[in-house]
């Protein structure tokens, strides 16, 4: 299934109707980043020097596409969207890894679904962390299926979600750059799961409002 031109205007009309809730409710969400320490730190780290680096990262991936391009290797979504992926997974790795101070000791967590444990024992800041989780990973997923065009895309973008969230955790295990857990992973990798069904869910009405035409 193709993501068509009628299918790309839909995911613009979708981010703009974000866009537009986003602003109505600015003086809420400037509260709740106010509350929220996870979000106030991703906002925090968009400095202009760590702007620079994605731009550059974006730049360079979006050279090696455009011979990618020329040789027929890619499409031409893949063309455009492989920089939006370099530029996004730039700032994930900056939130995650690069903007941490490395501790002096190992940090890790192996019990599955501990924070739920948590969670239930009073620990409630633990859910902006377990929903931010998810989140981040949720554009990933949407890319990956913009950019491949092979036959069961979906499964091959949640399992590179998997693997990428897998070498986030195992790289903050041994730089000592934050908390191994098994959580994250299954977070990360659900974002990324929902992702590919929003994209599959926007394919579907694209290609109703196709055939109604």
Known sequence: MRFTIV??????KLVLFLGNLLLLHSKKIRRYISIDSYLNDAINMITLQSVIIWLIVAFIVFVLAILLFR?????LLSFIFLPVLALYL????????FSRIPNSYTQYKIMLFWSYSAIANGSTHLI??????????????????LIFSCKRKWM???FVGFLLSSSIEVIQLLSHRGLFEFDDIVHNTLGAFIG???YVFISVLSKKKRSNI
Do not use: H, K
């Open 7 to 12: 299918g790309i205007a839909d995911f613009l």
């Open 71 to 75: 040789n027929g290797r890619i499409r």
């Open 90 to 97: 730039s700032f994930v790795a900056q939130l995650t890894l």
């Open 128 to 145: 902006y962390e377990v929903f931010w989780n998810v989140i981040l990973f949720i554009p990933i997923g949407m890319l990956q299926m």
């Open 156 to 158: 091959i973008s949640v």
């Open 196 to 198: 590919t069904c929003l």
